[in-house]
């Protein structure tokens, strides 16, 4: 095997590790690219939060806000029977031709090449510290035994000085045995301490909406029930 790529809509540094480890002498490839997009970068750096460099044929924009914005031959044209998704997600600008507006947060670093900072509008603070819940996600994703893991807040109580509860769920790889008090330590010694979750809860699967995206919504559901039944208890 001479050659593996690892394609994903943010950096699987845990799924490039994975194909590391058992491949040693192949080549990895971690592309980057959206499925309104084809691939953006591509880079041989497995174990970074690094995009790489621009992919052939690939024409991009940063926004004032850091936001990637995609044109070019290989972007998408419009969502199909659904003008006003098109409308919100797509820059038609008269210079630059049909783009997609990725939702993303990248930056370009001294070299040349890109770097994911994180999802639009998942910035939080806590702590009085301001970061990306990605970014804890990312970092998790590289602990052994650990095949993905979604990071997600709810609110405090008034009464709770934290105002926000960070809670973590964890999918495991396959024969992987870690408890969520082994989770946390791993995440006590790889993270700032504002990123520390306060709730972990390993799942064999993540919940999926219609679309097979995963329902962040019903894990925010999840972490409430659970929150509660911690503070009676």
Not at 61 to 85: K, N, Q, R, V, W
Not at 121 to 130: N, P, T
Not at 164 to 173: C, P
Request: net charge neutral; hydrophobic share 40%; aromatic share 10%.
């Amino acid at each position: 095997l001479q050659f593996i790529t690892i394609s994903a809509g943010s950096p699987d540094i845990a799924r490039a590790l994975h194909s590391r480890h058992h491949f040693p002498n192949a080549r990895i490839l971690k592309t980057y690219g959206q499925t309104e997009t084809f691939r953006t970068f591509i880079s041989e750096n497995v174990s970074s939060l690094e995009l790489g460099r621009l992919a052939a044929g690939a024409r991009i924009e940063i926004s004032s806000e850091g936001e990637l914005i995609h044109y070019g031959a290989t972007c998408m044209l419009g969502y199909l029977f659904d003008p006003l998704l098109s409308k919100a997600r797509m820059n038609f600008s008269a210079g630059n031709g049909v783009g997609v507006l990725t939702q993303d947060l990248v930056q370009q670093t001294t070299d040349g090449s890109y770097c994911f900072i994180g999802r639009k509008g998942d910035v939080i603070k806590r702590f009085e510290q301001r970061f990306h819940l990605s970014e804890v996600e990312a970092i998790v994703k590289t602990f052994h035994g650990v095949k993905d893991a979604i990071a997600i807040t709810i609110s405090a109580p008034k009464s709770d000085w934290r105002q926000i509860y960070l809670g973590l769920f964890v999918q495991l790889q396959t024969n992987a045995v870690l408890t969520s008090e082994q989770l946390l330590r791993a995440c006590q010694e790889n993270l700032s301490y504002y990123k520390v979750p306060d709730f972990i809860k390993t799942l064999d699967s993540f919940p999926t909406t219609a679309s097979l995206k995963i329902d962040r919504q019903q894990l925010k559901l999840c972490m409430e029930q659970e929150q509660n039944l911690y503070a009676r208890n």
